[in-house]
């Protein structure tokens, strides 16, 4: 799930925590600016991942955000129940470059420092300021005048945002990107965070962005209300990046060995162990490029793969490949063998009768 957020992240990812907030009023622009269902957009599906971008329009904005809300509607949110479980990664971007892979976990039902209490809770941990808290609620959204009401089938997140003047001179947090669902290596999450709606169609994200007014407080009558759409339509699962199991699968971990490992003649016949460390899984197998056949292998086993050196492969070194068919989660692996050039007939000669 991809979730820009704001100013305050990116600073907090660098360093400190100093001075009161400092209030400002201007033109404010901030929005939601995009969702995005990666490989896996059908309905009732868990994309890998689900993300929501946040971030500025307008690269001269100044003004502190005090609050992000954001409305999501058909997307289950995890809201936090189970203490301390990983669902997802927040990368944040900041005036000096982003700052990758924050954890996302859930933390349970909190109290905000409002005194508003919340179903579920999910933290991200900034370096040197600790974990940020952002509250998750279920069947709660805006009426038409932004204000947070009940409302079945939505799921509303919270952020409450430390001004800049707690972060070190001259950082600003541009943008924020919360992704549920994977870790830092886009792999699945055990847990889930977030599942698709239940029905194809065309789905809304909105956002109210909440600056701090004159008193130093949230002020709402400066909200910036903005949103952002997602397709949800049946199609194909998209393959999880190389080496990535399912959420709760142990991905294959394979050996490939060949034998003889000197040079043979044609029609010799080659021996290839797979030796499987890890999860079951099935892969393909590849000579020269192209797949022969498929291969399944459980954990913990090895199969033995038997081939003759052909003599279309004569004077040739030859790679064989193993990668996880589709679908399936694992490593790679190779192996070459040669083949002796075939040598050529010797002449006859021709003898005269004397």
Not at 62 to 74: F, H, K, M, N, R
Not at 125 to 149: E, H, M, R, T, W
Request: proline share 7%; net charge positive; hydrophobic share 40%.
């Amino acid at each position: 799930m991809r979730f820009k957020f704001l100013r305050a992240f990116a600073a907090t990812a660098a360093l400190g925590l100093a001075a009161a907030a400092a209030p400002a009023l201007a033109a404010y622009s901030d929005g939601l600016r995009s969702v995005t269902v990666s490989q896996d957009a059908n309905p009732s599906g868990i994309a890998h991942p689900l993300a929501i971008s946040i971030g500025h329009t307008d690269a001269a904005d100044l003004l502190d955000t005090a609050l992000i809300q954001v409305e999501s509607t058909g997307f289950a949110l995890n809201p936090g129940t189970t203490s301390g479980a990983a669902i997802g990664v927040v990368d944040l971007e900041t005036n000096a470059g982003q700052i990758p892979g924050n954890a996302l976990t859930t933390s349970g039902a909190k109290t905000d420092k409002r005194g508003t209490p919340h179903q579920g809770t999910w933290s991200v941990s900034i370096p040197a300021l600790g974990p940020l808290p952002i509250y998750i609620d279920l069947n709660k959204g805006f009426d038409s005048n932004g204000q947070v009401v009940d409302k079945q089938g939505s799921t509303f997140i919270s952020i409450e945002v430390p001004p800049s003047s707690q972060l070190p001179a001259g950082l600003k947090l541009r943008g924020a990107v919360l992704k549920l669902n994977v870790d830092g290596d886009g792999c699945p999450t055990t847990v889930i965070g977030a599942t698709n709606p239940a029905k194809e169609g065309t789905y809304t994200l909105s956002g109210v962005f909440v600056p701090y007014g004159t008193n130093g407080q949230a002020d709402p009558a400066q909200a910036n209300p903005s949103s952002a759409t997602a397709a949800i339509k049946t199609g194909p699962r998209g393959a999880l990046p190389s080496g990535c199991a399912a959420a709760g699968e142990t991905p294959a971990k394979i050996s490939l060995k060949v034998a003889p490992t000197k040079p043979v003649k044609v029609g010799a016949t080659l021996t290839f162990t797979i030796k499987n460390t890890g999860g079951a899984a099935t892969y393909q197998l590849l000579r020269a490029g192209k797949v022969i056949k498929n291969v399944p292998i459980r954990g913990g086993k090895t199969v033995v793969v038997k081939l003759k050196a052909l003599k279309s492969e004569a004077g040739k070194k030859i790679l064989v490949q193993l990668r996880p068919a589709q679908g399936q989660s694992g490593n790679s692996a190779k192996a070459r063998f040669t083949v002796l050039k075939a040598k050529k007939p010797a002449k006859a000669h021709a003898f005269r009768a004397v």
